[in-house]
């Protein structure tokens, strides 16, 4: 069984509302389970339980929230030790100019440094689903898409 852990920030509830999504794209997948929490329930150490990691973040300033990036900075202890595993990011802002790309890859970056495989999309939003406000339809088919291509993946590779 190959498990996947969906950790994000959100102090409005959309940045929530897409990780459940995302959630529910893994649950689709054989041989997946997942588990989802809100980052302050996350330590670094949890971080080598899991074959596939999603990160979700809203948009403070052009990047992630300081939350998230608090357990990033933890991360750095086990340098090395997640190569290997499947990533994904999400994110949300409040407005179409409000830094959701940067975002995205501010999170993938941080999961190719530890090593981690990122699939990206042909269709759609390339790097990883993003919602302006509160996720519409479009957003939330896009992150039931990511949980589903990087569940499919963590099987592939450990399920």
Not at 13 to 38: D, F, H, I, W
Not at 45 to 58: A, C, F, Q, R, V
Request: aromatic share 6%; net charge negative.
């Amino acid at each position: 069984m190959a498990r996947i852990l969906i950790i994000y920030y959100s102090r409005g509830g959309n940045t929530r509302q897409m990780a459940q999504y995302v959630e529910s794209g893994v649950k689709g997948v054989e041989q997946a389970e997942v588990v989802c929490l809100p980052v302050d329930k996350v330590e670094a150490k949890d971080l080598l339980d899991y074959d596939g990691i999603i990160m979700g973040s809203p948009v403070y300033y052009g990047t992630m929230a300081a939350e998230m990036k608090n357990l990033i900075d933890e991360s750095v202890s086990y340098h090395g030790k997640l190569a290997g595993k499947v990533g994904g990011a999400f994110a949300s802002s409040a407005n179409v100019g409000g830094g959701n790309e940067t975002t995205v890859m501010d999170l993938i970056k941080v999961e190719l440094i530890h090593g981690m495989i990122v699939p990206g999309s042909a269709e759609g939003d390339h790097y990883g689903p993003v919602s302006i406000g509160k996720p519409d339809e479009r957003a939330r088919a896009e992150c039931r898409r990511l949980g589903k291509i990087v569940a499919e993946l963590t099987v592939k590779l450990f399920g």
